[in-house]
């Protein structure tokens, strides 16, 4: 869980501040997970320090620079590297970046509890409500269609159409909460992290 | 994997942001956050009209539901036509706590009352004071009053809003929770109640000290903010330095009598908290009577004329 949450907003974070190409932060945010797991950093989160996702964003931050010295020092002994990280050139300030990690975590943990939801409407047999449910706040979200070419399109009743969102909605919501709850480890991590999630703390 | 457009972000958010109203109320665009929660403009689908839903976010803890539900009771124990009226409460379909209350259309007190004279401002003032007073006559203080949680409505009345932390006198003598800042709004055990600069410094030390006297000072530090802007007269200078005395037992001891002087002055009576110098008692007696005297200066000048007619 804690690595399909935070994969997306790694990659972004590698990319923006450390000016990677997309295949070199995947390979370099797999790399972290990777010693993360292995060397077992995350076992050493003590939840009184602060929220999990900072602790994670300096763990990160501590890893790449490590990558960057490796990187130097290859480059002076005439190496080829896997990975050369360009953090002199990148003018992105620490905001910029924070910023950019929190919207993309926020992006992650929806898109994981609309993969939940979409599960969920594939085993109960509510594919219909799933696919009117994204055709309306995910695909149409920047201009949602109306309830009766929704109606049209999936030939079912205008009535059909609300109720179809007013469930997926429900549980769209709870499938959020449920994956922050497990995300976090605390009441207080949990409100703080829903602030950050909806956007509320920007 | 789905991958999320910036726009299926935003609507998704708002998805598990927006409260589940269910058939009764349609939720619309959000009208003000706090830390107690947001206030959404709503329709009652029955009675077919707008109000205002306040509503607890998502990821509420259940202590802060408990808050709620008390500012909800409060609030339906304070029918005053100066406290905005609640119409329902409960829990949403999605479990959050919730309550309706009427939707008030108009400008809040200090933008109101900028281009109004200064006796305008004071009688906006007193209205406020006539609300409070009716909360304290039913034992509730506010305890967070500052220009922000006052209306004045489309009609000209003034409403005093958002009771999130008012509390029965009976439960601020057991409160054990300390005043820190108001930023948050946050009205949890222990933090935040009341706004610096409106809140009365007993209200920084503890709880359990707070009294009427509390809403007596941000109701004086709330005059200061609507005469700011032109010369103030003494006597009301001397009215707000009593009602926000640092010591509670140097403000006036209930809003009635601090009311009750600023009407005094209004009147162009004498006001308790402030000693006048003979010159001005008497500038202000001639004021209050100047026919009176006219009429008997008149009186004594006909009469000597006519005395000093007939001596002649």
Redesign the interface.
């Known amino acids: 869980m804690v690595v399909a949450a935070y994969r997306t907003p790694v990659i972004a974070v590698l990319r923006k501040q450390w000016s990677l190409e997309m295949e070199d932060a995947e390979d370099l945010a797999h790399d972290f997970f990777a010693h993360a797991l292995e060397r077992e950093w995350l076992v050493r989160y003590d939840r009184e320090k602060g929220r999990f996702r900072t602790f994670l964003r300096r763990c990160l931050q501590d890893f790449a620079s490590t990558q960057y010295e490796s990187s130097r020092r290859l480059k002076r002994g005439g190496h080829l590297t896997a990975v050369s990280l360009d953090h002199a050139g990148n003018m992105s300030t620490a905001a910029e970046v924070d910023r950019l990690f929190d919207q993309e975590w926020a992006r992650s943990v929806l898109t994981l509890s609309l993969d939940r939801l979409r599960e969920e409407c594939g085993a109960s047999g509510r594919q219909t409500t799933f696919d009117v449910f994204v055709a309306h706040d995910v695909d149409g979200a920047d201009e949602p269609p109306r309830y009766a070419d929704l109606a049209a399109r999936f030939s079912v009743p205008v009535t059909q159409v609300a109720n179809y969102l007013h469930w997926a909605r429900n549980r769209f919501r709870g499938h959020a909460l449920e994956t922050l709850r497990a995300l976090t480890t605390s009441d207080a991590e949990f409100r703080e992290e829903a602030r950050t999630l909806l956007g509320r703390d920007a | 994997?789905?991958?999320?457009?910036d726009?299926?972000?935003?609507?998704?958010?708002d998805?598990?942001?927006r409260p589940?109203a269910g058939d009764r109320y349609a939720v619309h665009e959000l009208l003000g956050?706090g830390g107690m929660g947001a206030v959404y403009r709503a329709t009652d689908q029955l009675l077919q009209r707008d109000v205002a839903l306040k509503v607890l976010?998502?990821?509420h803890?259940e202590d802060i539901a408990r808050r709620l539900e008390r500012e909800a009771r409060v609030l339906a124990a304070l029918e005053h036509p100066g406290i905005v009226a609640i119409h329902d409460a409960g829990r949403l379909?999605?479990g959050r706590p919730f309550y309706v209350m009427r939707l008030v259309r108009g400008r809040r007190l200090d933008e109101q009352v900028r281009d109004e004279t200064p006796g305008e401002r004071l009688r906006r003032f007193l209205a406020v004071c006539d609300a409070v007073s009716f909360a304290h006559s039913k034992g509730v203080i506010h305890r967070d009053l500052k220009p922000a949680n006052v209306m004045v409505g489309e009609f000209g009345e003034v409403l005093v809003l958002d009771w999130g932390v008012a509390k029965r006198a009976a439960e601020v003598a057991g409160d054990t929770s300390h005043v820190l800042s108001a930023e948050t709004g946050d009205t949890g055990d222990g933090v935040a109640v009341g706004t610096p600069g409106f809140m009365a410094p007993e209200q920084l030390i503890a709880a359990a000290a707070v009294d009427v006297r509390a809403d007596v000072f941000a109701l004086g530090a709330l005059l200061r903010e609507l005469m700011t802007g032109g010369k103030v007269a003494a006597p009301l200078r001397a009215i707000i330095a009593k009602a926000t005395a640092p010591t509670a037992s140097d403000r006036y001891p209930s809003v009635d009598a601090l009311a009750a002087d600023v009407r005094a002055w209004l009147d162009g009576a004498s006001v308790s908290a402030y000693a006048e110098p003979v010159w001005e008692k008497a500038l202000r007696f001639y004021r209050r009577n100047s026919a009176l005297i006219l009429l008997l200066l008149a009186y004594v000048v006909v009469r000597l004329f006519i005395l000093w007619w007939r001596g002649v």
């Not at chain 2, 726009?7 to 958010?13: G, H, P, V």
Request: hydrophobic share 45%.
């Open positions: 994997m789905m991958s999320l457009s726009a299926a972000l935003t609507r998704l958010r998805v598990v942001d589940d956050r976010p998502p990821e803890p379909a999605d």
